[in-house]
Nanobody, 120 residues
Framework: QAQLVESGGGLVQAGGSLRLSCEASGSIFSINTMGWYRQAPGKQRELVAITSGGSTNYAISVKGRFTISRDNAKNTVYLQMNSLKPEDTAVYYC???????????????WGKGTLVTVSP
């Protein structure tokens, strides 16, 4: 089994910045994909940013403002969020596709989420 633990959410004014972190731990052989999703009240969960094999992809709404990065030695993915807008308010979830060392199977994991609130 593996776990994802997010940190870094909070309240920020519009135009401000936050940095989210997500650390994977457990019986990890390798981590294939790591990414961030978000879910605003009354809306479906949506992809924010994802990184895999050195490539990254972003939602159009955050491109140029958010940056995803990964520290493979620490099994950690980060999301640097700049120029935040009220519409960025959501619960942000970390996602990872992990090959477990115990079974050599590939499993998708989710973190519990961290709330980001952007005030006008």
């Amino acid at each position: 089994q593996a776990q994802l633990v997010e940190s870094g959410g909070g309240l920020v004014q519009a135009g401000g910045s936050l940095r989210l972190s997500c650390e994977a731990s457990g019986s990890i052989f390798s981590i294939n994909t790591m990414g961030w999703y978000r879910q605003a009240p009354g809306k479906q969960r949506e992809l924010v940013a994802i990184t895999s094999g050195g490539s990254t992809n972003y939602a159009i709404s955050v491109k140029g403002r958010f940056t995803i990065s990964r520290d493979n030695a620490k099994n950690t993915v980060y999301l640097q969020m700049n120029s935040l807008k009220p519409e960025d308010t959501a619960v942000y979830y970390c996602n990872a596709v992990i090959t477990l060392s115990t079974t050599m199977t590939r499993v998708t994991y989710w973190g519990k989420g961290t709330l980001v609130t952007v005030s006008p």
